[in-house]
């Protein structure tokens, strides 16, 4: 028990606004990277994972995890409006940002912001892994791989500008990778690949082309079935609704309520007979109705707790959690 803290102790999890603001004052000579995640986003588990590989070769850096939704006082301060969110921060400050699933450039952002704090024996040694080696790893750090001039947000030649454009226009999920902030990089992926020019897209490890061939593969209707599709907001929220024939989007869970709206919805739905029903966090504007608790049924939107009030009130709260109305 003793080595696994150890090994893993710059790697914590911050759950109140207190606990937060300790850890960046206690750190505060080093980087401090903090990941804004939720448990219903995969994106964001898969991100976790990252970190943990990332906190095992940084020791001088602290990683911290933070559930956007529990510790709100956080999420608003520094603006967050999507997970993953990753925040930098030096002294206290912050100094970078990162929105998205980027592994690539998140381990880029690391090693470098890292470079200047108390790490920087240790960050330094990372780049000297073979240089193939770390070319394979990049590549197969997601299921599709941008190697591009610039970020998504901001495109540093138009090439890059334009694969971006079709990635966004056909719903691929992707992660990026700028090659100029790493000369090695640029030059190595050249060879390894035996492609000359950027932009280079891979898909599970294996090169797809530069801008000419994604634009072929559009033409000939062969995108769709090359590139990981990604799954709207939309599309998510209506597996979260359709999980269980019952489910209730509220603040807090079953065990403990956050709110007394909540709390008074589970104690009419428990008083029905009905088991508890699944209880799900994140359900923001998809059904059009502003507050919480939300109860669905078989995928349909019942309401809230006036609304199930007044089906209790007048006998078809029973029938209504059955589906029959």
């Known amino acids: 028990r003793l080595v696994m803290s150890g090994s893993m102790a ?7 606004l207190q606990q937060f603001e300790e850890l960046l004052k206690n750190n505060s000579k080093s980087l401090t990277v903090v990941h ?8 964001c588990s898969q991100m976790n ?10 020791k001088h850096t602290m990683f911290v995890k933070l559930e956007a939704e529990a510790v709100p006082e956080v999420s608003e301060k520094y603006e967050i409006t999507s997970v993953p969110t990753f925040l930098f921060f030096k002294g206290g400050e912050k100094i970078d940002r990162l929105d998205g699933a980027h592994a690539p450039e998140l381990t880029n952002k690391v090693q470098r912001l890292g470079s200047g704090g108390g ?19 990049l590549i197969n750090a997601a299921p599709c791989m941008l190697f591009m001039k610039g970020s998504p947000q901001e495109p540093r030649c138009g090439f890059s500008r334009q694969i971006v454009q079709i990635l966004k226009d056909h719903d691929v999920q992707y992660s990026s990778f700028d090659i100029l902030s790493d000369e090695e990089v640029r030059q190595g992926l050249k060879t390894y690949s035996n492609w000359p020019t950027f932009p280079q897209v891979y898909v599970n490890g294996e090169l797809i082309g530069g801008l000419d061939i994604v634009k072929e593969l559009v ?3 062969e995108l ?13 929220l209506k597996t979260l609704i359709n999980k269980s024939p019952i489910m209730l989007f509220m603040k807090g869970n079953k065990e403990t309520a956050k709110c007394g709206f909540s ?3 589970l104690e009419i739905m428990n008083s029905t007979g009905f088991d508890s029903p699944q209880v799900r ?3 923001k504007t998809y059904s059009n109705w502003p507050t919480f608790p939300q109860l669905y049924v078989k995928g349909d939107l019942i309401g809230g707790l006036d609304i199930v009030k007044e089906l209790k009130e007048n006998g078809e709260l029973t029938s209504v959690l059955k589906g029959e109305n």
């Open 224 to 236: 769709e079935n090359t590139f990981p599709k990604t799954v709207s907001l939309e599309s998510r």
């Open 36 to 43: 804004f995640h939720a448990a219903w986003a995969p994106q």
């Open 263 to 265: 709390r008074q919805i």
């Open 49 to 58: 994972d990252v970190m943990a590989e990332l906190a095992k070769e940084h």
């Open 119 to 137: 790490g920087a024996a240790r960050a330094g040694d990372v780049p000297k892994e073979d240089l193939n080696e770390r070319l394979k790893r």
């Open 281 to 283: 966090q994140g359900l």
């Open 10 to 16: 710059n790697l914590t999890d911050a759950t109140s």
């Open 219 to 221: 033409e000939s209707g």
